[in-house]
């Protein structure tokens, strides 16, 4: 059993070390902040490629925690990657509302604070409601407890993403 813990354990640093090193490529605070089109094509397009090698690497802790048999991976995968271009849908919005701050830090009004903070909630609804969507469909295609094992991991590499996230983007000036 040590091994099998060890593995697990080694494979939650690697998800740890990944999630970290993408999210601070993702939002360096210099690059968001700066100004300019060159940079801002510049920034899409290293987000872009940055976000499908993420969703590369969370496929593959997903594949490398769930103990799927091959009868359940038939099922699970297909599902899996419905969930996962919703997510994205929602990730998409998330890259906005956060281009939009950087772009207006510095100036911030009352107002843009309001509509970013709304919408930021908003979407943490969503995030929350598209979950609640997909534990029937997964549940269609796995035990129960295995969809409450993809949905932990789901939920922690989300989680480890928002801290890394937090932590980069400056708080809103009084």
Same mark, same amino acid.
């Given at each position: 059993?040590?091994?099998? /813990?060890?593995?697990?354990?080694?494979?939650?640093? %690697?998800?740890?070390?990944?999630?970290?090193?993408? &999210?601070?490529?993702?939002? %360096?605070?210099?690059?968001? #902040?700066? =100004?300019?089109?060159?940079? =801002?094509?510049?920034?899409? $397009? +290293?987000?872009?490629?940055? $976000?499908?090698?993420?969703?590369?690497?969370?496929?593959?802790?997903?594949?490398?925690?769930?103990?799927? @048999?091959?009868?359940?991976?038939?099922? #699970?995968?297909?599902?899996?990657?419905?969930?996962?271009?919703?997510?994205?849908?929602?990730?998409? !919005? $998330?890259?906005? *509302? !956060?281009?939009? /701050?950087?772009?207006? #830090? =510095?100036?911030?009004?009352?107002?843009?604070?309001? @509509?970013?903070?709304?919408?930021?909630?908003?979407?943490? +609804? &969503?995030?929350?409601?598209?979950?609640?969507? /997909?534990?029937?469909?997964? %549940?269609?295609?796995?035990?129960?407890?295995?969809?409450?094992?993809?949905?932990?991991?789901?939920?922690? *590499?989300?989680?480890?993403?928002?801290?890394?996230?937090?932590?980069?983007?400056?708080?809103?000036?009084?």
């Amino acid at each position: 059993m040590a091994p099998e /813990y060890t593995t697990k354990e080694n494979t939650m640093k %690697n998800v740890v070390t990944v999630v970290l090193l993408a &999210a601070t490529l993702l939002l %360096n605070a210099g690059a968001l #902040f700066a =100004e300019g089109p060159t940079k =801002e094509a510049a920034l899409d $397009r +290293d987000i872009q490629m940055l $976000r499908q090698d993420l969703r590369a690497q969370k496929k593959q802790i997903i594949a490398a925690n769930m103990q799927l @048999s091959e009868a359940e991976a038939v099922k #699970f995968w297909p599902v899996y990657d419905e969930y996962t271009q919703e997510t994205t849908k929602l990730n998409d !919005i $998330r890259v906005t *509302l !956060i281009k939009e /701050y950087a772009q207006n #830090f =510095e100036n911030l009004t009352d107002a843009q604070a309001q @509509s970013l903070t709304k919408r930021y909630l908003d979407l943490d +609804d &969503a995030v929350t409601q598209l979950r609640l969507k /997909y534990v029937p469909i997964f %549940n269609k295609v796995l035990p129960a407890k295995k969809t409450a094992r993809f949905m932990q991991i789901d939920r922690r *590499l989300g989680l480890l993403m928002d801290v890394q996230l937090a932590a980069q983007i400056p708080l809103v000036q009084p």
